[in-house]
């Protein structure tokens, strides 16, 4: 009898070792799915989360665009030229697009005019043209800027006190009035309350087939700096170039060149330059510009389809910076220019042929625009 008493026992005892097993095990399982199942709600979270932007200097949306893509929702975008802005508005009917004078916008009380309360905003984005400071120099502050464009950029950013901002520019504005146009933006940043950080990025490095430097100034809030950090993307290991992006791009219009400058342009061979067809034909195009020093290399220059574009401009047919179709003896179309700008092909722009040249000409390159923008979110997704 104890014999069997002692055997049940054994029995029980291993029953209830193998239960706080089993249960143990449970825990354990639940635990780490628990784990998972937060580390995976908190993904899911980043990955939907729309961050704020309010876009100032707009254009015809090359930045926007960019921005867009990396996953931030625009408040609103303000843009001067009706024919710009009609390109927003035609592209983007959801867009809040303001046509109006950007010092009619800066003055007003902006956290109103946007539903959004100081501090709120993750992102103000935008580029004020270059001009110089009346007042440079003087250390007045914001009063430094009053009278140029960029007087208003900063009024945004002393208004609303955006988490981040991102204000591109011409990479001359870093020698523009011997620096000192430069120096006192980034004065005047610092003083809105802001740690600067400023890189010259090429297109070229970030999917885009064509050379175009941009200087890149990023503002984080002194308030957020010890919460998370920025780093500028990397430059893809690709670099394109037009053979890339020509061969199948989509019939638009475009500018001819007249039938004199169309025939030098067919004895210029895909990458040459004036230099490259006979002496006195090349005198008697160039005239005055014969006599100029330097290289001259922008003269009669017909691009390659294993080069990048060299940087778009916002006219087709310059004298001196002639960018010929590296197949045809003319200009790049509108919407050939826009493949170089990495604009969507239906992405359409609005005005006569002149102002959409002029557009594609001024804006930001899609690519280079969503890299910068990609690490701009991770920056705000840590915190």
Not at 54 to 73: S, Y
Not at 194 to 201: A, C, E, G, P, R
């Given at each position: 009898?104890t014999?069997v008493t002692s055997?049940?026992?054994?029995?029980s005892?291993?029953q209830e070792?193998a239960?706080v097993?089993?249960?143990?095990?449970?825990?354990?399982?639940?635990?780490a799915n628990?784990l998972s199942?937060i580390?995976?709600?908190?993904?899911?979270?980043?990955l939907?989360?729309?961050?704020s932007?309010i876009?100032?200097?707009?254009g015809?949306g090359?930045l926007?665009l960019?921005?867009?893509?990396?996953?931030f929702?625009?408040l609103?975008l303000?843009e001067f030229?009706?024919?710009?802005?009609?390109t927003?508005?035609?592209?983007?009917?959801n867009?809040?697009?303001?046509h109006?004078?950007v010092?009619?916008i800066?003055?007003?009380?902006?956290?109103?005019?946007?539903?959004i309360?100081?501090?709120?905003l993750?992102?103000?984005?935008?580029?004020?043209?270059c001009?110089?400071?009346?007042y440079?120099?003087?250390r007045?502050?914001?009063?430094?800027?009053?009278?140029t464009?960029?007087?208003?950029?900063?009024k945004?950013?002393?208004?609303l006190q955006?988490?981040?901002f991102?204000f591109e520019n011409?990479?001359g504005l870093l020698?523009h009035d011997?620096?000192?146009?430069y120096?006192?933006?980034?004065?005047?940043?610092?003083?809105c309350?802001?740690?600067i950080?400023k890189?010259?990025?090429?297109?070229?490095?970030?999917?885009?087939a064509?050379?175009r430097?941009?200087l890149i100034?990023?503002?984080?809030r002194n308030?957020?700096i010890?919460k998370?950090?920025?780093e500028?993307?990397?430059p893809?290991?690709y670099k394109?170039?037009?053979?890339d992006?020509?061969?199948d791009?989509?019939?638009?219009?475009?500018t001819?060149y007249s039938?004199?400058k169309?025939?030098?342009?067919e004895?210029v061979?895909?990458g040459?330059?004036?230099r490259d067809?006979?002496?006195d034909?090349?005198?008697?195009?160039?005239k005055s510009?014969w006599?100029?020093e330097?290289g001259?290399?922008?003269i009669?220059?017909?691009?390659s389809l294993?080069?990048p574009?060299?940087?778009?401009?916002?006219?087709?047919?310059?004298?001196?910076?002639d960018r010929?179709?590296?197949?045809e003896?003319?200009?790049f179309t509108?919407?050939?220019?826009?493949?170089?700008?990495?604009?969507?092909?239906?992405w359409k722009?609005?005005?006569?042929?002149?102002?959409?040249y002029k557009?594609?000409?001024n804006a930001?390159p899609?690519?280079?625009a969503y890299?910068?923008a990609?690490k701009?979110?991770?920056?705000?997704?840590?915190?």
């Amino acid at each position: 009898m104890t014999t069997v008493t002692s055997h049940h026992t054994k029995i029980s005892k291993l029953q209830e070792t193998a239960n706080v097993s089993v249960i143990s095990s449970m825990n354990k399982n639940l635990s780490a799915n628990s784990l998972s199942l937060i580390k995976t709600t908190k993904d899911t979270h980043k990955l939907q989360k729309k961050f704020s932007c309010i876009e100032l200097f707009a254009g015809a949306g090359g930045l926007a665009l960019g921005i867009e893509k990396a996953g931030f929702n625009a408040l609103g975008l303000v843009e001067f030229d009706k024919d710009a802005s009609d390109t927003l508005k035609k592209n983007r009917p959801n867009w809040r697009v303001i046509h109006d004078d950007v010092k009619n916008i800066s003055c007003l009380n902006l956290q109103e005019y946007f539903g959004i309360k100081r501090g709120e905003l993750d992102l103000l984005s935008g580029g004020a043209p270059c001009q110089s400071f009346s007042y440079a120099g003087k250390r007045l502050g914001l009063e430094d800027a009053r009278g140029t464009l960029f007087y208003h950029y900063a009024k945004f950013l002393e208004q609303l006190q955006p988490k981040m901002f991102l204000f591109e520019n011409v990479k001359g504005l870093l020698s523009h009035d011997k620096g000192r146009t430069y120096k006192t933006i980034l004065e005047i940043f610092e003083t809105c309350g802001y740690k600067i950080q400023k890189q010259v990025l090429n297109a070229w490095d970030y999917g885009v087939a064509q050379k175009r430097e941009r200087l890149i100034t990023i503002g984080i809030r002194n308030d957020l700096i010890e919460k998370t950090h920025f780093e500028f993307p990397t430059p893809h290991k690709y670099k394109p170039v037009l053979r890339d992006i020509l061969l199948d791009c989509p019939k638009s219009e475009g500018t001819p060149y007249s039938a004199y400058k169309k025939k030098i342009f067919e004895m210029v061979p895909p990458g040459g330059y004036w230099r490259d067809i006979p002496e006195d034909i090349a005198k008697e195009y160039m005239k005055s510009c014969w006599n100029m020093e330097g290289g001259r290399t922008g003269i009669l220059r017909r691009l390659s389809l294993d080069e990048p574009s060299l940087t778009v401009l916002t006219s087709p047919s310059q004298k001196q910076t002639d960018r010929c179709h590296p197949l045809e003896a003319r200009p790049f179309t509108i919407r050939e220019n826009a493949r170089c700008q990495s604009f969507p092909d239906n992405w359409k722009f609005c005005g006569s042929v002149g102002q959409q040249y002029k557009q594609v000409g001024n804006a930001v390159p899609v690519n280079l625009a969503y890299d910068i923008a990609k690490k701009i979110k991770e920056t705000l997704e840590e915190l």
